[in-house]
């Protein structure tokens, strides 16, 4: 649905039906955000520099660079409101569109998330723990760095990176200098390697009126720095969702917040320790499609688009698996009990997230049984 259309502006529609909302970014994120708001009464616009975008298909499509001042422009004329779907998009990309209209979430949350020791530094100053953490500009820096915060411990670059991309483990001082030279960046920051019993996370969703709604603590398992799956155990109220709320609370508050919000945690023998945020909508709250009262990605669009938001209640029990890579066979994962097959549409490529299954039932035991039915078929894809 590549649009051919001018830039004239029209009058801004009221909350909700004929909204325009755009995003920048048009990959899988996109798409599930332009399919929860169709519903709504809302209309999307993309720019992504793919032309083959997998958002292309549900909204009107720019092709073009973030930092293409023609094509924001060309967004601009198409939309009331600027959401957007990864935070590596160039901050003053999204800060064009402030000047006539809304861009959320806010720009600030956007610019912290964007910068790991930004991000490390606000935690800190939140009282949100987080692994001890140094800048390291610099090979020395990063010898320093290894003996004040110990090792092991976890060299990254402090912008660009996702998806366990720019970091590597350093395990000993043996390893310093080849730790140096993997990641690259002018600017790296080391923090401590956290011992974690599991990886968790909440995702938030909060309206300008200052409305809050919480979704249940999702446990994580990464597979090579990408989440591999996610179990929600509804019903068996997980013992760290309250501290993980609160934790989220004050980033919310700091922010003046709009939109889903996402708070990645390690759980370290019942005490939380932060690693970190991202101000979207989020790879962990896929399942929310399926198995909530409202998803994040339809929160995301009330939230920004002035409606009220609505209930993020698990309904029963629900788990989540990626698939990268590859694609499984669609018949054999729709013959799961409760499976919801989603498929991006995008070329398979190495490490790329091609689409993701939520396995929904009643109870806990069917739906583990059935995500380990889930992980064989995809495994083997």
């Avoid at 949350?109 to 100053?125: H, I, M």
């Amino acid at each position: 649905m590549t649009d051919k259309i001018s830039n004239g502006r029209e009058a801004a529609a009221p909350p909700g039906r004929g909204v325009r909302v755009g995003i920048l970014g048009g990959g899988q994120l996109a798409r599930m955000l332009a399919l929860s708001g169709y519903p709504l009464g809302a209309r999307f616009a993309t720019l992504d520099p793919a032309p083959d975008a997998c958002a292309a298909a549900v909204s009107r499509h720019i092709v073009g660079e973030y930092d293409d001042r023609s094509k924001l422009e060309h967004l601009s004329g198409m939309a009331d409101v600027v959401t957007y779907e990864f935070e590596n998009i160039p901050e003053e990309s999204a800060a064009y569109f402030a000047w006539n209209m809304p861009v959320y979430p806010p720009l600030r949350a956007l610019a912290v998330s964007q910068d790991r020791l930004k991000e490390k530094t606000l935690f800190r100053e939140l009282g949100i723990p987080t692994p001890e953490f140094r800048p390291v500009d610099s090979l020395d820096d990063l010898k320093a760095a290894a003996q004040e915060v110990g090792l092991p411990a976890v060299l990254k670059s402090r912008t660009m990176g996702y998806d366990g991309k720019g970091q590597t483990l350093v395990k000993s001082t043996d390893c310093i200098e080849d730790a140096w030279k993997q990641v690259g960046g002018p600017e790296r920051i080391l923090e401590a390697f956290v011992p974690f019993t599991r990886e968790i996370s909440v995702i938030a969703a909060r309206s300008a009126a200052g409305d809050v709604k919480y979704y249940p603590v999702g446990e994580n398992t990464h597979r090579k720095g990408i989440l591999h799956h996610s179990v929600i155990v509804n019903g068996d109220s997980d013992p760290m969702q309250k501290s993980a709320e609160d934790y989220s609370e004050r980033l919310l508050n700091y922010f003046g917040y709009v939109g889903v919000l996402a708070l990645e945690l390690f759980d370290v023998g019942g005490m939380l320790v932060a690693n970190e945020i991202a101000p979207r909508v989020h790879n962990t709250g896929h399942w929310t499609i399926d198995g909530a009262v409202t998803s994040q990605f339809e929160n995301h669009i009330r939230a920004i688009t002035g409606l009220p938001l609505g209930d993020a209640s698990a309904i029963g029990f629900s788990a989540m698996v990626n698939f990268i890579g590859a694609m499984p066979d669609a018949e054999a994962v729709l013959k799961i009990n409760g499976a919801h097959l989603h498929d991006y549409g995008k070329e398979a490529k190495p490490g790329r997230k091609l689409g993701h299954c939520t396995v929904h039932g009643d109870t806990k035991d069917e739906v583990i049984a059935g995500m380990h039915e889930l992980l064989k078929i995809s495994d083997g894809a």
